[in-house]
């Protein structure tokens, strides 16, 4: 069902774990549609200096998250934003059709994250 | 690597031996049933002497088998043979919410087509109440359409008392025993059926092949049309290969029945104990006594059921989910959601349905890399080990 | 004694490269294909690419095949599915005298539901004229079901024609290719049909597994209700074994169909000069040249087609009859009827349908045995040899 | 399909030819259902001393002729007459059911061939 890439992916999950301190965390999914995840991330001087997530969801749902650590850290946080959800399921070399939109939560959720940063970084202004 | 397989309520492997007895009818007694000749007529005999097999393990007569595709194809046979036939009489069809899909999508489809039908719920433990189908029965009532053991959480439900009710009204009763055959004792009299549905690749025997008990007597409607095969009832040249290795298989699920039950059930129940005494937050679905022999069903709170089931793939050991994801149409399992089971807490939901040849050594080794994977799932769970914004509303006390 | 087996329409044994072919998928790749672990997997990958074997074999996308138990559930799926789908458009339908019951009762079956058939009429030689099909077509007709060739009297029809003038008034067309496929060039486009039936056990595929082909954007109801399989068309655990074995079949099938061909025509152009130059008073049934490169039809006059064949199987020849003693509705058959025979001149028709193994020498040990029981008939034939009360209507110039 | 001595009787028919100075002779079916037979019988002082046979039709019809011949040489005109469908058919160990009737007319041939007789006698008296 999975490709060999989606299942490495998900079977050694990249970036797995919060970040204490983090600059902005997203939280995106529910557990009634099985599928929940948070991604945490470090911002340094407009860039992505780490993202960490946690996953609840199935194999694809794993790593997609896994993936779109991987793709943010070391962008900018305008590129980070443009990442979509087909990107990450195109570096993933494809997800199966039934899981296109329901467990690629991933981008909203650094995007959740994103939004999170900012409103915090808005107070402190 | 060591593959163990532990689905056999999705398919099972076919019994070398049954392998065995199909091979003579492919290269060699290969006629057509329905030609004169000697090849026809090895091919006839064939059938006739597997009808014969399969009868007598159903407490059937020779004439009351039906041969079919499979599960699907008898249960499609057996509700839409009957409501169409019997329309005159009325169009209420009696059903529960835990059917297979071949169940309760022919009755949806027949919803469309102008006919009635009550959804009898379960308990908590996915059985039948008896009483609430007695309340359900309507004049125009002409078939009750309940499963003897569900292919899920393994419940057996109390068939011969619905018959007794069905028969005081005249409701023909058709069970689905594709999940029962083979595995606790099945006799059409016992349970009082009218019609009863069976498939092959579930007990040991090939895929495409099954049968549909009717009792003599019922009205049934033709559903393939074509040769007079089956008594004129299911057109097709007879699948003999098939017929004779489904065969082959009912009889050595009797001649094992009573050691396939003691080996089962010890197995079920040592895993069941294995799990619970080792893994946190981990609760057995379905009745914990009134269910099949090699059923296990069990949800691990926190993580999500397809994974647990990749993970367990690499490791070799192949078993099934109830989560959404894992089905294509994203719902959850209807078994698990008709049992009262919510949503978040069907996800990690695992099926293990055991074989016969499944040992205590792999149900330890599966137990091992059970408390491995959710130990690993659990830590990257968003919702577990540490409080969460989530709100997640499970029911522990199921 | 030596068994010659000549019946090739009424089945075919399988190929030991299929049975090869199908092995590994009992025991071992047992996997059910809707799983998500590996033994599921394996089984699905097994299943695509049969699919896909069957696609390219008749020039379809792979999304357009679907696998059924065999020709009679195909014939009925595309009928029934066809009517149910497109009533609301119309409710006629054509078909001719001479196709396969599985088509003809379907047809028998919907007359009852409410919809109207045409039954077009064929030529002495078995073909359909295409005028009157043409002639046949209303506002109302939703399909047109021709057969490719026949299966009694291999006569070959002129399917494209009948699809060209379908296409440019919006209707449907279903050819039942049960006979042809394996033995002629079959490709959906050049046919120009919408549906095709094929079944796996008449070219030396395992029996109770067949396909219907269904072009893209054609409205179909599903016949079987239940699991999604099959593009939630046809319901029902895959039955991989044969489905592996029936693209294995397609694929030798394609290999060697020139030779095939060019062996076959050879052997049945021998077999008939040799009956015609040996035996007075036999006819040939059908098509000369428009018939399947397998197919002798012949009749005998003043003597019976079964004892014919009894006699014939006490020799070790495997041949079938038009006769109405060997059918079980004691009605002579309906295709030798259509072509205009009489019923005392279907009595006497032998079919001999050859295959890939047959030799020269089988067809010479044929004829020899064909004289020998023809004459021992007609010696204890009250019509033959002498003068008799009886009025003999035969049409000896047929 | 057929029992062995059904298959016996059709491949080794008893009796089967024409008597040409016969004393009764007895035509049954028509060609249009597929099954024709002539009975031909001797008689000497109330007794058939020879029964011969010619038949168009299936196994069944075949067999059914050749074993009403044996049945029936030997016996007195009366005993002849009792003799029915369904004894042919058990003396031959049973007949498939589709067979009963249309194939098994040889009692309505013999019974036929007596009729015959006892119209000759009757002229020549
Ligand atoms: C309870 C039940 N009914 C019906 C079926 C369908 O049978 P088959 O797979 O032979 O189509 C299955 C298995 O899938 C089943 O478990
Ligand atoms: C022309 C034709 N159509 C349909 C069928 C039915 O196919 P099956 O035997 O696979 O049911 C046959 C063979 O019996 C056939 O010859």
Redesign the interface.
């Known amino acids: 069902m999975y490709n060999e890439k989606v299942i490495d992916y998900f079977s050694n999950p990249r970036n797995v774990g919060d970040i204490e301190d983090a600059d902005g965390v997203g939280e995106v999914g529910n557990p009634t549609c099985g599928d929940m995840m948070t991604i945490y991330i470090k911002v340094k001087d407009g860039i992505l200096t780490d993202v960490k997530f946690k996953t609840f969801g199935c194999g694809a749902a794993i790593a997609t998250s896994s993936m779109i650590t991987e793709m943010a850290i070391g962008k900018t946080i305008e590129e980070a934003l443009e990442i979509t959800r087909n990107d990450v399921a195109e570096e993933l070399g494809g997800l199966p059709q039934v899981k296109m939109h329901c467990s690629n939560l991933a981008s909203d959720g650094l995007h959740a994250a994103i939004e999170d940063y900012r409103y915090k970084q808005n107070i402190k202004k | 690597m060591k593959?163990i397989?532990m689905?056999h309520g999705?398919?099972?492997?076919?019994?070398?031996l049954?392998?065995d007895a199909m091979?003579p009818y492919?290269?060699?007694k290969?006629?057509?049933a329905?030609?004169?000749?000697?090849?026809?007529?090895e091919a006839?005999l064939a059938l006739e002497q597997s009808r014969k097999m399969i009868a007598d393990s159903i407490g059937a007569k020779t004439e009351e088998i039906i041969f079919?595709?499979?599960?699907?194809?008898s249960?499609?046979f057996a509700i839409k043979g009957i409501a169409y036939r019997n329309s005159g009489k009325g169009k209420h069809i009696i059903t529960s919410t835990i059917e297979?899909?071949?169940v309760l999508?022919?009755c949806?489809?027949l919803e469309n087509e102008g006919f009635e039908v009550t959804y009898v719920a379960v308990d908590n433990d996915g059985i039948i109440d008896v009483e609430s189908i007695e309340k359900s029965i309507r004049d125009d009532t002409i078939l009750i359409s309940i499963m003897h053991a569900n292919n899920e959480i393994g419940t057996i439900q109390p068939i011969s008392d619905i018959s007794n009710l069905a028969r005081k009204k005249g409701i023909y009763v058709h069970t689905d025993a594709v999940q029962s055959i083979g595995k606790i004792a099945v006799n059409v009299d016992e349970l009082g059926v009218d019609l009863l549905s069976i498939?092959s690749?579930k007990i040991y025997g090939?895929?495409?092949?099954g049968a549909l008990y009717v009792r003599k007597g019922t009205l049934l409607q033709?559903l393939?049309?074509?040769?007079?095969h089956e008594h004129h009832m299911r057109?097709?040249?007879?699948?003999?290969?098939?017929i004779v290795g489904f065969a082959k298989a009912m009889a050595l699920a009797d001649e094992r029945i009573v050691d396939d039950t003691k080996h089962l059930t010890h197995l079920r129940d040592l895993l069941i104990k294995k799990v619970m005494d080792s893994i946190d937050d981990a609760y057995l679905i379905g009745h914990p006594t009134k269910r099949l022999p090699n059923n296990v069903n069990i949800r691990f709170r926190?993580?999500?059921?397809?994974?647990m089931?990749?993970?367990?793939?690499?490791k070799?050991?192949?078993?099934?989910?109830g989560?959404?994801?894992?089905s294509?149409?994203?719902e959850?399992s209807h078994v698990l959601t008709a049992i009262g089971l919510?949503?978040?807490d069907s996800?990690g939901s695992l099926r293990i349905t055991l074989g016969r040849g499944n040992t205590q050594e792999e149900v330890d080794y599966l137990t091992d890399a059970l408390v491995e994977i959710v130990g690993r799932l659990r830590?990257?769970?968003?919702?577990?080990g540490?409080k969460?914004?989530?709100t997640?509303?499970s029911t522990p006390d199921m």
């Not at chain 2, 057109?235 to 098939?242: F, K, M, V, Y």
């Not at chain 2, 089931?309 to 690499?314: A, G, Q, T, V």
């Not at chain 2, 989560?323 to 894992?326: E, M, N, P």
């Open positions: 593959r397989y689905d999705a398919t099972t492997p076919v019994d070398p049954v392998v091979l492919f290269t060699d290969f006629g057509n329905s030609s004169l000749h000697s090849f026809g007529q006839a079919t595709s499979g599960g699907t194809e249960d499609n297979h899909p071949a999508n022919t949806a489809f498939s690749h090939p895929k495409g092949i033709a393939a049309h074509g040769g007079g057109a097709g040249t007879e699948n003999i290969s098939g926190f993580i999500e059921g397809e994974s089931l990749l993970l367990l793939d690499m070799g050991i192949a078993i099934s989910t989560s959404a994801c894992s294509k149409s994203l959850p919510k949503p978040e996800h830590a990257i769970s968003p919702i577990s540490k969460s914004s989530f997640v509303g």
